[in-house]
């Protein structure tokens, strides 16, 4: 079992930048690829990002690419999503998710854990 708690969600304007974490405990951390995902109200949760166990590979949303990252610190069990540029459109409940094994994909029902998520609003 993992178990996942994220934080650091918040209320930005256009433009800014917020930096989402996202603590694991419980199962040896660094076996699991991660991934953020997000949920719009009225629209089905979607990929934002992955990275591997390793930290090597990362993986992201067309429409995120060059504003968000990914990154891992598999010595404090922790994945972060730095997002930069916000726009209103990236308003969503923000979860991250666990895959036991080197990496995992863009669908959610890949992942084996998740955490409850956290709110980011970004306003125009």
């Known amino acids: 079992q993992v178990q996942l708690v994220e934080s650091g969600g918040g209320l930005v304007q256009a433009g800014g930048s917020l930096r989402v974490s996202c603590a694991a405990s419980?199962?040896?951390?660094?076996?699991?690829?991660m991934g953020w995902f997000r949920q719009a109200p009225g629209k089905e949760r979607e990929f934002v990002a992955a990275i591997t166990w390793s930290g090597d590979n990362t993986y992201y949303l067309d429409s995120v690419k060059g504003r968000f990252t990914i990154s891992r610190d598999n010595a404090e069990n922790t994945v972060y999503l730095q997002m930069n540029s916000l726009k209103p459109e990236d308003t969503a409940v923000y979860y991250c998710a666990a895959h036991y094994g080197t990496f995992a994909g863009v669908l959610d029902v890949e992942y084996d854990y998740w955490g409850q998520g956290t709110q980011v609003t970004v306003s125009s």
């Open positions: 419980g199962r040896t951390y660094s076996a699991y690829a």
